[in-house]
């Protein structure tokens, strides 16, 4: 591919030719969150251990503006909080992005009281054996993940961290601003330029453009099926998502990190989405590829029960074959084989 890349670094893009697109990253859903509880140090070291290139912590902020993993500030369904009776009147509702939340929230609570809590399986009834670790890890903070990936970052392997920062327009509102925090935390890490193993990722528009004046490291603009960015920033994810919209992400963007469905919907024809993003220069990550039927289009389940496992790595496969750069997954060691596959194909063709 010869089209040239936006890169963002700094007030001004840098252009960089395009590389080869032949080894798309394989990138650990909140870690290996098919097997373990989700966003917990034991779930980023498994998924670290199947060869995950990339290990993804959702953040949000501590009432004292530290960084913890969480798939949302609203720690109700993803942490033992309920049953702390020290914290029950901390139960409150807020708005959130337009919607109403009732529970607790990383906001309302110091590191130090958040680590006195436990992380529980956020979909018991779909992964009951997660569900057996409940209690038995903490909330990690960004910190502990960075120093996790640079410890397994040996013998010429990089371990690299793709941070989505949550409700960033919501903390600003509420006197926790992210950005300048996140770019001086990366720094500290020696994570700055193009080239560093990180993504920053964001649902928002003006979270990345801001953060695009800020730092050199990649950014990626995710998009849903449905919807728009909770910052008003754009009229629709669809409407960023065709060629003209592709091409205003590319001012401030290295990539698109697309709900799967807009490439791809079940068992339909793939839509243009892989080809128009390549000609505006932008890379590809999809999300998010899980095993279990419920998320499998009908032609890749096996037998009748939802939560049974079908056939993911045949679905990775198919995403590959269209040309994608990488890929959110559940379950990194079927997403690494099924690359690992695809590569030595296309090597011995």
């Known amino acids: 591919m010869s089209a040239l890349l936006l890169v963002s670094g700094g007030a001004m893009a840098q252009t960089v030719p395009v590389k080869p697109l032949s080894s798309p990253i394989v990138i650990a859903h909140r870690g290996a969150s098919g097997l373990r509880p989700e966003h917990t140090i034991a779930s980023y070291t498994l998924a670290i251990e199947q060869g995950a290139d990339f290990i993804e912590p959702d953040l949000v902020l501590t009432k004292d503006d530290v960084f913890v993993a969480r798939h949302e500030n609203d720690i109700t369904g993803t942490t033992d909080v309920a049953k702390h009776p020290e914290f029950a009147a901390r139960r409150t509702t807020k708005v959130i992005d337009g919607e109403t939340h009732t529970g607790w929230f990383t906001e309302d609570f110091t590191l130090a009281e958040l680590k006195t809590l436990r992380a529980i399986e956020r979909l018991p009834k779909v992964r009951p054996d997660n569900a057996k670790y409940d209690g038995q890890f903490e909330v990690p903070t960004l910190a502990e993940v960075i120093a996790l990936a640079k410890k397994h970052s040996v013998g010429g392997r990089v371990v690299g961290i793709y941070p989505e920062t949550k409700h960033p327009t919501y903390f600003a509102s509420i006197g926790h601003p992210m950005e300048a925090r996140l770019v001086a935390q990366l720094n500290a890490a020696g994570w700055s330029k ?80 892989v080809a128009d993003a390549h000609a505006a220069g932008l890379r590809l ?41 990488g890929f959110f997954t559940d379950f990194a060691y079927i997403g690494v084989d099924a690359r690992n596959a695809q590569r030595a194909k296309a090597k011995g063709q």
């Open 194 to 273: 193009p080239s560093d193993p990180v993504f920053i990722q964001s649902f928002e528009v003006n979270n990345l453009k801001q953060l695009h004046g800020m730092t050199g490291l990649r950014l990626i603009q995710l998009m849903d099926a449905a919807g728009a960015p909770a910052d008003k920033a754009a009229p629709s994810y669809a409407a960023m998502a065709t060629p003209d919209g592709l091409k205003a992400v590319a001012a401030y963007a290295y990539g698109i990190g697309p709900n799967k469905d807009m490439i791809q919907r079940g068992d339909a024809a793939p839509s243009t989405l």
């Open 285 to 325: 990550h999809p999300w998010t590829f899980r095993a279990e039927n419920l998320f499998l289009p009908p032609s890749l389940r096996v037998g009748t029960d939802p939560v049974a496992r079908g056939k993911l790595a045949e679905e990775i496969t198919r995403f590959l074959n269209l040309g994608i750069d």
